[in-house]
């Protein structure tokens, strides 16, 4: 597990310096790109975790599609080349404390439910039959209610998009 | 790959993969831009196209890195530096992504991906995010809007792509599209295997609605709305000039030559011939000859596939704006759904 761990770590370090950025860069635009690399970290470290087909979605959904509309909406709006000095808002204040109560809720959730428990030495890695079978099997009800939540989503966009 | 290079180190597998990988990448573009762009485009406009450089004008090409290679690498004064330089390089990495899951042969293979096909969709993704920032990043108007017109475009045109693939892989029972490549040269279609199974027979619709989808994701005419000369200069390549510029220029056709790989996997059988010509029972007992062979069915499958873009590209004028995302939304995707819709119920009931 050697080489995974220091992969691990190599990723992880460049999630956090790119995640820091995100908020810390005086330009949307920029701040975007580095939200990119803290996606494509996500994928890399679910490559490390053997699960190819998450590793792949999270680029299709996030890189490819989300990533994509955010840069169209902010180019199409608002984004100008060079820095920007009015992205600093009261809310920060908030933000910070929030953010770190999510960190340690987490940290702890992750803790307690896995302990001290290892990856098996050689993962396997997961077919797209048993996802497909866990997802149209057990885990069948959180499935439809995620649909039921994007087609919400979809019917109230083309309400607020009808001129009508 | 994996029987080939057995005793090979791990280093030079990964060596002979990345020098595998350019040649796949460089070769085919080389050869399109050639056969197609300066020769096929010129007799189509009655002309004879590059004749001085070598014979038969064949080196032209070299000339021509040769010019973009010694010009000046100009970054407008205003632009986003850093980005601009960044932009073609990442469009050019989309390709090499791209053409990693491409099968070329019974053991000729960069990686054996379980979810090739949905991966290579995955990656081709994110050369929009190369256009993208190319576009914001040059500092001009004609550049962005052509760089949101691209994005509009290829979001809008993945969708159809995506689900016609899906009607393949419905057939197929797999992604993986060299287990794809074995189901259609080892099928047989109403009990005659004389010639396989190719999709492109079973799968026509989803055929068309992939060879739309990527002619529009390769912004060829006439969905070449983010590059139209006319009313954007040149889109978002405007500002790009020498070496920056040949990036994007060689990302376009190399990008052309992965997907029409990709396509006549999905639907053509890729580098197979049919098992039952020869007497192979499953892969493991196809002869070693077709290594070789292999990639040159592969290839011609590509030129062909490549040909019809090209004689699409050189005959049509181009969408306008409207007309482009109506024709994505309103036609290929209600289309391609009931194919998927189709192809599954007649899956369950054969």
Redesign the interface.
């Known amino acids: 597990m050697i080489a995974q761990n220091i992969g691990f770590w190599i990723i992880a370090v460049l999630m956090v310096v790119s995640a820091l950025r995100v908020v810390t860069t005086n330009?949307v635009?920029?701040a975007a790109?580095w939200l990119?690399v803290v996606l494509a970290g996500a994928a890399g470290q679910y490559i490390l975790l053997a699960a190819?087909?998450v590793a792949?979605?999270q680029?299709?959904v996030y890189?490819?599609?989300v990533?994509?509309?955010f840069?169209?909406g902010t180019?199409?709006t608002r984004?100008r080349?060079?820095a920007e000095s009015d992205l600093n808002n009261s809310y920060k204040k908030l933000g910070i404390p929030v953010g770190l109560v999510m960190l340690v809720a987490m940290g702890l959730a992750l803790t307690r439910s896995f302990g001290d428990e290892k990856l098996p030495e050689s993962a396997k890695?997961v077919?797209?039959q048993e996802v497909s079978d866990q997802i149209f099997g057990p885990y069948l009800l959180p499935f439809w209610a995620l649909s039921f939540v994007l087609l919400a989503a979809v019917v109230g966009a083309i309400v607020l998009a009808r001129k009508d | 790959m994996s029987a080939l290079l057995a005793e090979v180190p791990y280093w030079g597998q990964s060596l002979l993969r990345v020098l595998g990988g350019i040649v796949a990448v460089l070769l085919p573009a080389g050869t399109i831009v050639y056969i197609f762009l300066f020769k096929m485009m010129s007799f189509m406009q009655s002309r004879l196209g590059p004749m001085e450089a070598g014979p038969y004008g064949s080196m032209q090409l070299f000339a021509e890195v040769g010019k973009w290679l010694q010009k000046e690498d100009i970054v407008p004064e205003?632009?986003?530096a850093r980005?601009f330089k960044m932009a073609p390089v990442i469009v050019l990495l989309s390709t090499f992504l791209l053409v990693a899951v491409v099968p070329f042969g019974p053991d000729a293979w960069f990686t054996d991906?379980?979810?090739g096909i949905?991966?290579a969709?995955?990656?081709s993704?994110?050369s929009?995010?190369g256009i993208?920032?190319a576009?914001?990043?040059s500092?001009n108007k004609y550049s962005?809007l052509g760089?949101?017109r691209a994005?509009?475009q290829l979001?809008a045109y993945?969708l159809p792509m995506v689900l016609a693939v899906i009607g393949v892989v419905i057939q197929a029972e797999t992604?993986n599209l060299q287990k794809i490549v074995v189901a259609q040269n080892s099928g047989s279609m109403f009990g005659i295997d004389t010639f396989g199974h190719p999709y492109v027979i079973s799968q026509f619709i989803g055929f068309v609605i992939f060879m739309i989808a990527i002619q529009a994701e390769l912004t060829q005419a006439p969905f070449d709305m983010p590059i139209a000369e006319s009313e954007l200069v040149s889109g978002y390549m405007t500002e790009y000039s020498g070496f920056r510029f040949l990036i994007f220029f060689i990302g376009e056709f190399a990008t052309a030559g992965v997907f029409a790989m990709i396509a006549s996997v999905l639907f053509l059988g890729g580098w197979g011939v049919p098992f039952s010509w020869f007497g192979w029972t499953s892969i493991d007992s196809i002869d070693n000859w077709m290594n070789v062979v292999g990639p040159l069915i592969m290839f011609t499958k590509m030129m062909l596939l490549v040909f019809i873009i090209m004689w699409i590209r050189f005959s049509y004028p181009r969408l306008r704006e409207d007309q482009l995302q109506r024709f994505a939304w309103k036609g290929l995707i209600p289309v391609a759904l009931l194919n998927i819709a189709v192809t599954s119920i007649l899956k369950v009931v054969f």
Do not use: K
Request: proline content about 0%; hydrophobic content about 70%.
């Open positions: 330009n635009v920029h790109l990119v190819e087909f792949i979605t680029v299709l890189i490819g599609a990533m994509v509309l840069l169209f180019m199409l984004a080349i060079g890695v077919s797209i | 205003r632009a986003d980005i991906f379980e979810t949905f991966y969709l995955a990656v993704s994110i929009v995010l993208l920032i576009g914001w990043s500092a962005l760089g949101l994005a509009g979001i993945e992604m």
